[in-house]
């Protein structure tokens, strides 16, 4: 009996080397800042844990940190992952992309590795990401990715094509292609985070897929894995490829066109590709959205293909409701100011905005209205009224819109409702409404950084901001204020250097006088200003690049010299 309690004894003290682990109590929490839980919750799984619906984790004070505890061994090694919305126990599309991350596990599927632990233990994360303090980090930019496979070659029965890759855990079936037109050629875009991704275009799930072998143009060989790869450093269009080709079809390239539409209400019967000959009218040639107000189409055309082309909100007979390019430059005004693809030897890939000549797919902010008061300084024309003329404002009609001085100070001022981001050149007149002169402005002197010069013309040049704007006074024939005096090599008495400049603008007074030094921008506006005795210096670093007027003065001199800084 002695001898059966000792070999108990050790026993006992042999398990821990023998692998025996005790169960621990182990509480996952997982905050879910950066996604939108679905409808089916969210839940962890995977590995020890079990299937995809293994342990749903709940949100309780809402604060969008979901938790749930399980029973787990405390040895650790296994793995696991959390699920957005699961529908079933093997609906591993749902998981997590951890693909390329420090906390994921390549040899299992990129899961998360469970930790070892000798106690009752709760682990903290944030969805997706491989922080451990459930605080989770900004959300990297998106890249909307589109993927297009020409299946017209292709001896497969087959009813769905897929995309997958190391973006969506090569889930099978979570990213369907789509091939609305019957052409066979399908299109899938999706909104990426990855730098680079593996993947691969496949049939029914995994019915069938792709097989390249390693060294096939575009493709990255990883162990006995052989993908395509792409690299993305930004919204990417990809190059159409054959199915199961390193290559497109011979002969053909894919003209792909995303159209954003956020400036726009929708019509009814959608977006649409037309004209140019090749593109059919409004109506025939349906684009379909793809997210954030993004609608797209792809067509397989011969090599050399060439044509204009424009959008159309809406499927209308008439053409009115085409997108308008006049005077724009993406718009040819020999053929109704249409768009073209230019002869194309590659594939052609468009991103911009309706009615815009954008081609980065985004849409510049809309105009609002905005009231901006003009002022012009008749004081050395006390007899005369002032008008103002602008191509614009009222087709340069003579003398111009009447202004108004009701103080009397010979400071005219009128104000127009004009919209944000409208570029307009202008001129005041004086004189009466039966006769008046234009003012004469010299592109030569001082007059060049208020104005812009077309051939004989020389106008004054305004591009309206966003907010209601009251134009600093500009004195007659002149860019800023009445001086009495034009610019001028400073003399002896004021020094202002370098000049260009570019950080710092250095001025120095030798009069012995508190002076002050003004600058002026383009359009007469007083943009900095300071009193000094001896020299000071000005922080120009952080101002618009261009021409300035830099005006100093004291009780008994007074300089203006243009500056550039550049």
């Known amino acids: 009996m002695l001898n059966m309690k000792k070999i108990y004894a050790l026993l006992m003290l042999c398990m821990p080397m023998l692998g025996y682990s005790q169960n621990y109590n182990v509480t996952f929490k997982v905050n879910t800042a950066n996604i939108t839980v679905g409808p089916n919750g969210l839940y ?92 989770c980090p900004a959300p990297p930019p998106t890249k909307m990715t589109t993927f297009i496979v020409d299946m017209r070659d292709t001896n497969i029965t087959y009813g769905t094509v897929y995309v997958n890759g190391s973006f969506n855990g090569w889930c099978g079936s979570c990213n369907p292609m789509s091939d609305p037109e019957g052409d066979s050629i399908w299109t899938a875009s999706l909104p990426l985070t990855n730098d680079s991704i ?8 995994w019915t069938n897929q792709e097989n390249f072998a390693p060294g096939t143009p575009g493709t990255k060989t990883s162990g006995i894995y052989t993908n395509r790869f792409a690299v993305l450093n930004g919204d990417t269009i990809l190059d159409g490829k054959e199915y199961n080709s390193a290559y497109a079809v011979p002969g053909q390239v894919y003209v792909t066109m995303q159209v954003n539409m956020s400036n726009q ?9 037309a004209g140019g000959g090749n593109f059919g009218n409004p109506g025939d040639n349906e684009m379909y959205p793809i997210g954030d107000s993004i609608y797209s189409i792809t067509r397989a055309k011969d090599t050399g293909f060439f044509s204009f082309f424009t959008f159309t909100n809406g499927a209308c007979p008439s053409w009115g409701c085409k997108e308008q390019l006049a005077g724009k430059p993406c718009g040819d005004p020999a053929n109704y100011n249409d768009r073209q693809t230019g ?38 024309h006390p007899n005369d009224s002032a008008f103002l003329r602008g191509g614009t404002i009222n087709g340069w009609a003579a003398p111009g819109l009447p202004m108004t001085d009701d103080d009397g100070d010979n400071v005219w001022e009128l104000t127009l409702s004009r919209m944000s ?56 024939e002149e860019c800023g204020p009445c001086t009495n005096i034009g610019v001028e090599e ?22 012995g006088l508190r002076s002050v030094v003004t600058m002026f921008n383009i359009t007469g506006a007083k943009v900095l200003e300071e009193s000094f005795e001896t020299e000071t210096r000005l922080d120009v670093a952080s101002m618009p690049r261009g021409m300035y007027i830099v005006r100093v003065q004291n009780g008994s001199s007074e300089s203006v010299v243009r500056i550039a800084l550049n």
């Open 490 to 511: 400073l003399g002896e008495s004021f020094s202002i250097k370098p000049n260009p400049a570019s950080d710092i603008l250095i001025v120095e007074n030798t009069t």
């Open 421 to 476: 981001g409208e570029t307009m050149e202008y001129k005041y007149n004086k004189g009466t409404s039966a006769g008046s002169t234009e003012e004469s402005l010299d592109p030569a002197t001082n007059d060049s950084i208020c104005t812009l010069t077309s051939g004989p013309y020389t106008n004054r040049l305004l591009m309206t901001s966003t907010s209601d704007t009251i134009l600093d006074v500009n004195c007659w």
């Open 44 to 135: 962890a799984g995977g590995g020890v844990v079990g299937g995809a619906n293994a342990l749903q984790l709940t949100d309780a004070d809402g604060n969008g940190v979901y938790e749930g505890t399980v029973s787990l061994s405390g040895a650790g090694g296994g793995n696991f992952i959390f699920l957005n919305s699961p529908a079933n126990a093997n609906d591993w599309g749902t998981k997590e992309n951890l693909n390329g991350l420090p906390c994921a596990d390549p040899s299992n599927y990129d899961d998360r590795i469970l930790p070892a632990f000798g106690q009752d233990t709760t682990l903290l994360f944030c969805f997706g990401t491989c922080v451990n303090d459930t605080v």
């Open 198 to 205: 593996e993947y691969k275009f496949t049939l029914d799930g």
């Open 265 to 273: 209400t929708v019509d009814t019967s959608g977006v649409f590709l």
């Open 343 to 380: 002869t194309l030897t590659s594939d052609f890939r468009l991103r911009t905005c309706f009615g815009e000549c954008t081609v980065d797919g985004t849409c510049p902010a809309p105009p609002v209205p905005v009231d901006v008061t003009f002022r012009v300084d008749l004081s050395g």
